[in-house]
């Protein structure tokens, strides 16, 4: 696909980019794009092309790949995520809940470097001192059995959760249930889901909806309501460039008494009783866990704030190129787990930071050069033998006043 002269031309800049035979065409460009994690830019060169090459050899200079990534679209790693999630919704089927794929929506936020440009793109903040700096916002849809990134987006720090969710519903289908935490209900937006069939659930804070507190007070466990679409909402939604025609929203809300006895409110869509009972929900909400696991993934495995480059189209190219190597390491690794003995299986699950580790330098020769069944092979038998025990159960309360760890940016 990467050597592909239809695929080149769709992810280029402009018409002569990638023309010349030079040692960073586009196949090795973006090669090196999706392994270059967890270390400096000339020593991930070095490494790399070593292992291409079977010799210390330096080839390409990290100024050479600064040139060379600008004439690259950061599209060509999006396309190249949704050709892998086409390939393994063909060779590995997900489960589904009640005909239902459970998809989770999150967002975090993305520490860039502080250039004008960034600036320009992202917006800028302040800190108590009164120093800017430019945050963004990333946010993605998650497949929680699969483990899978379907969508990911990165956008500036300003832009609301919900108004970017909205821009990425068309990559949704009517037997997708997403899975929403207490920052995303807005009437306005249940609304948009319902008038395009998509199926949510979600957590209520009720402080801010009136009939959560009449429920709560009602002593039932579980009740559907209908609210009225107001002007209010209307706008809301306009403002996020969306436009409501429902008038009302039929949404089921359920009682959900935690082990701790904290009561949680789940609000859905899927209104049929005996169809979705409402003891299951409790499970399926915390599904929505695993998109928090993805995002740390990205962040403290695969160094997404350590980016290769400073301007915004080089951090959207690092920002999907590790979108694409961590799905990838999970299919690996769901291939490997589904792979082990059943009773093994239910204890044990592959280490994802001992086969990213493994599949960084291997990953770099396969798309440069042809990969073999056995290579791949070997690297799944690799990851079988290295194990860690799962411990369901286990909770580790998030500190109160612990500062949010940030590596060291590299070039400084």
Not at 161 to 176: I, Q, V, Y
Not at 185 to 206: E, K, Y
Not at 381 to 386: I, K, Q
């Amino acid at each position: 696909m990467l050597h592909a002269p239809d695929f080149i031309a769709a992810h280029r800049t402009h018409d002569r980019a990638f023309s010349r035979q030079r040692t960073l065409t586009f196949p090795v460009l973006v090669s090196f794009l999706l392994c270059a994690f967890k270390g400096g830019l000339q020593t991930l060169l070095d490494d790399l092309f070593t292992t291409l090459d079977g010799a210390a050899v330096r080839r390409v200079t990290k100024s050479a790949v600064s040139q060379a990534r600008q004439k690259l679209k950061a599209s060509a790693f999006e396309a190249l995520n949704d050709r892998l999630l086409c390939s393994l919704a063909a060779l590995q089927p997900e489960p589904r809940w009640q005909g239902l794929r459970l998809v989770a929506t999150d967002s975090t936020t993305l520490r860039l470097p502080n250039w004008l440009e960034n600036q320009a793109e992202f917006g800028v903040q302040h800190d108590t001192a009164g120093q800017p700096y430019v945050l963004a916002r990333a946010l993605g849809l998650y497949a929680t059995d699969a483990r899978l990134l379907l969508k990911a987006t990165l956008a500036p720090y300003r832009t609301g959760e919900r108004a970017l969710l909205a821009t990425l519903l068309p990559h949704l289908e009517t037997d997708d249930l997403l899975l929403m935490d207490r920052g995303f209900p807005a009437i306005w937006l249940f609304t948009l889901l319902q008038q395009r069939g998509l199926p949510f659930l979600a957590r209520l804070d009720g402080t801010q909806w009136p009939c959560v507190a009449d429920f709560l007070r009602s002593g039932q466990d579980e009740t559907v309501v209908t609210l009225r679409v107001s002007a209010q909402a209307q706008q809301q939604a306009a403002v996020a460039g969306q436009t409501l025609t429902d008038k009302t929203l039929k949404v089921r809300l359920i009682k959900v008494i935690l082990a701790s006895g904290t009561v949680e409110v789940l609000a859905t869509s899927l209104t049929d009783a005996e169809t979705y009972p409402a003891a299951a929900f409790a499970d399926l909400y915390h599904a929505r866990w695993t998109i928090e696991e993805a995002f740390k993934l990205l962040k403290h495995r695969l160094h997404l704030e350590q980016f290769t480059g400073e301007l915004p189209e080089s951090i959207r190219q690092d920002f999907h190129a590790k979108v694409f190597t961590a799905n990838l390491a999970q299919a690996l690794a769901r291939a490997t787990h589904e792979a082990l003995p059943e009773k093994k299986a239910q204890r044990y699950r592959p280490n994802l930071t001992h086969l990213l580790q493994s599949l960084k330098p291997r990953l770099f020769v396969w798309l440069i050069q042809r990969v073999s069944p056995e290579q791949v092979l070997t690297l799944l038998e690799l990851a079988g033998n290295t194990l860690e025990l799962r411990r369901p159960g286990r909770t580790a309360p998030r500190p109160l006043h612990r500062l949010n760890p940030r590596p060291r940016r590299q070039y400084k």
